[in-house]
């Protein structure tokens, strides 16, 4: 399965490449809506991906009954889940209709099991780069770093707050950036990446 357009337009946006459309070309410097929809879009290496069809509980060495066992064995990596309940698992041992893991969380019947491949790491990361993201805008970070008045230019004292934060989410961005094989935007200075107070 291809990449979706969500996920297409999430890669493009944490990676600097922006959202606009192919009529907004003349108006970017980048152009790059086409790399990422015709090249990586159809080229991420797919795993395997199936349904489970019981619960596990946090913290157990569980035996698993998927819906199909395509690609699942010994020593294969799955993800487990998505979002904040997303896992990675190793398999222990299969049978021909199963496979038995240790899972650190819970999950409900129904969740999603993938052999490892692009798609699944891209996910993850598409996923952690969202939080991170969201928590560079967090009310936190609003009360601790910015300006407190305007009137005799006083800051807050807690760019460390953001600026950590700002850290973790260019780690993650980078991860993404190593596995489509695109420098974010800003790696070519193009566009700036600091946060300047005078």
Known sequence: ??????????????????????????????????????????????????????????????????????????????????????????????????????????HSVGYPVCVASGQTRLRQLLHQAEKAWAACLSQEVGEQAGIKKVDEVEFFGGFEVLTGRLKQYKSIVMNLSSLVRIAPAWAGGARGSTIEAY
Do not use: C, W
Request: glycine fraction near 8%.
């Open 1 to 106: 399965m291809a990449m979706t357009d969500a996920e297409i337009e999430a890669t493009r946006f944490h990676l600097g490449y922006g959202n606009l459309d192919y009529g907004a070309y003349p108006y970017t410097e980048d152009g790059f809506k086409q790399l990422f929809r015709d090249v990586v879009g159809p080229n991420l290496t797919v795993g395997a991906e199936t349904t489970a069809t019981q619960n596990v509980a946090a913290g157990s060495v569980a035996t698993v009954t998927p819906a199909d066992m395509t690609g699942i064995a010994a020593q294969a990596r799955l993800v487990v889940d998505v979002g904040d309940q997303e896992e990675t698992v190793v398999v222990a041992a299969t049978t021909v209709t199963a496979f038995t893991a240790r899972f650190v969380r819970a």
